[in-house]
């Protein structure tokens, strides 16, 4: 369970870029953070995950503290960035076995691990070349195998889509519904609406730092009583 409390941040004086957000991800689903480029989707991430400080507020990761337990808040997701180009002088294996110790996954297990995840987005071939060779989509799909290699609760993804080919992306959204059907919580941000409306057991749109909705499709056709898809619903509640 993710659970955001009050958080702000300004990045100018007197200017929130997130204005007093609450928010509470629930076990057992799939939340989709929606938003237009610059309303604060990456930066609410950010902060959630520990890279960005908060300047308001507190977020709780299965009931600790990001800002005052921030070694034990981490141990609990996996987190994917919006931008995969990192590590870029290490092979493929050396970083999934750099993300192996970080998060303690047993030497036993790690080997087994590496190899099913990196055979499921069919990069097993690669790990002994160096990531700046790799392309942006292979870039990602070893991102994603790091992050999820310690097996961890909570999945924080970050534009996890964005230059995964159909198969891997079909793949993703598989293993998205499976961690959610075990009672675990998957948030993840996209722009692809399509995506968010077949996926998502909720939704949360996020508009100039401010939380504008959160709920399910069908509740938010109630609220604003159109039978209309989630493009044009979410055009017209970021434009008002």
Same mark, same amino acid.
């Given at each position: 369970?993710?659970?955001?409390?009050?958080?702000?941040?300004?990045?100018?004086?007197?200017? %929130? $870029? +997130?204005?007093?957000?609450? !928010? @509470?991800? &629930?076990?057992?689903?799939? *939340?989709?953070?929606?938003? =237009?480029?610059?309303?604060?989707?990456?930066?609410?991430?950010?902060?959630?995950?520990?890279?960005?400080?908060?300047?308001?507020?507190?977020?709780?990761?299965?009931? %600790? $503290? +990001?800002?005052?337990?921030? !070694? @034990?808040? &981490?141990?609990?997701?996996? *987190?994917?960035?919006?931008? =995969?180009?990192?590590?870029?002088?290490?092979?493929?294996?050396?970083?999934?076995?750099?993300?192996?110790?970080?998060?303690?996954?047993?030497?036993?297990?790690?080997?087994?691990? +590496?190899?099913?995840?990196?055979?499921?987005?069919?990069?097993?071939?690669?790990?002994?070349?160096?990531?700046?060779?790799?392309?942006?989509?292979?870039?990602?799909?070893?991102?994603?195998?790091?992050?999820?290699?310690?097996?961890?609760?909570?999945?924080?993804?970050?534009?996890?889509?964005?230059?995964?080919?159909?198969?891997?992306?079909?793949?993703?959204?598989?293993?998205?519904?499976?961690?959610?059907?075990?009672?675990?919580?998957?948030?993840?941000?996209?722009?692809?609406?399509?995506?968010?409306?077949?996926?998502?057991?909720?939704?949360?749109?996020?508009?100039?730092?401010?939380?504008?909705?959160?709920?399910?499709?069908?509740?938010?056709?109630?609220?604003?009583?159109?039978?209309?898809?989630?493009?044009?619903?979410?055009?017209?509640?970021?434009?008002?």
């Amino acid at each position: 369970m993710i659970e955001i409390k009050n958080v702000s941040k300004s990045y100018v004086k007197g200017k %929130k $870029s +997130i204005d007093n957000l609450n !928010l @509470e991800i &629930k076990n057992g689903e799939i *939340f989709g953070f929606l938003g =237009p480029n610059g309303a604060g989707k990456t930066t609410t991430i950010r902060m959630i995950t520990g890279i960005l400080n908060i300047d308001e507020g507190d977020i709780l990761i299965d009931g %600790k $503290s +990001i800002k005052e337990e921030p !070694l @034990e808040a &981490k141990k609990n997701f996996g *987190f994917v960035p919006d931008s =995969p180009d990192m590590f870029l002088k290490l092979k493929g294996i050396e970083y999934l076995t750099f993300m192996a110790d970080v998060y303690d996954v047993p030497q036993n297990k790690r080997k087994e691990k +590496i190899e099913g995840l990196t055979k499921k987005f069919e990069i097993y071939d690669e790990l002994n070349n160096e990531i700046q060779s790799y392309s942006h989509g292979m870039r990602q799909k070893i991102v994603i195998c790091g992050a999820l290699l310690s097996e961890p609760k909570n999945w924080i993804l970050d534009e996890p889509m964005t230059g995964l080919d159909p198969k891997s992306s079909y793949d993703l959204k598989e293993m998205m519904r499976e961690h959610a059907k075990s009672g675990k919580t998957v948030f993840f941000s996209t722009h692809i609406l399509e995506v968010a409306e077949k996926l998502c057991d909720r939704v949360g749109i996020i508009n100039k730092g401010k939380l504008v909705f959160v709920g399910t499709f069908d509740e938010m056709k109630q609220k604003f009583k159109e039978e209309a898809s989630l493009e044009k619903l979410f055009l017209e509640i970021t434009e008002e």
